[in-house]
């Protein structure tokens, strides 16, 4: 092992294990001596629901088109945000410079 010290990761996948692959992640502690094995396969449901959204985001399922669906997907939120905050503050300047009180609108 290099000098550096501290915890290894190794990980390993199998591209047949279903739709993001089975993946087995290997910690090995250079000072304690201790390996441990994270098995995908034994994982909870939520950290399931993770290891497949690292997957998309990665393009570990179906390639660059979901890398680019997850970028669209982000840039789609982001329009409707700035959108909707837009449209906030255009309303509220509007109900602001009127005669009629904001209390008889809500």
């Not at 089975?22 to 909870?44: F, H, P």
Request: net charge positive; no cysteine; charged share 15%.
């Amino acid at each position: 092992m290099p000098k550096y010290g501290g915890v290894y990761q190794v990980a390993l996948s199998d591209a047949n294990g279903g739709v993001a692959g089975d993946r087995n992640v290997v910690s090995l502690d250079s000072y304690g001596g201790v390996v441990s094995v994270m098995k995908s396969s034994t994982l909870a449901r939520g950290d399931r629901v993770f290891m497949v959204n690292e997957a998309i985001h990665t393009g570990n399922i179906w390639g660059v088109p979901t890398r680019i669906g997850a970028f669209l997907a982000t840039i789609a939120a982001l329009m409707q945000l700035s959108s909707g905050l837009a449209m906030w503050m255009y309303r509220e300047r509007i109900l602001a410079s009127s005669a009629v009180s904001l209390e008889a609108i809500r």
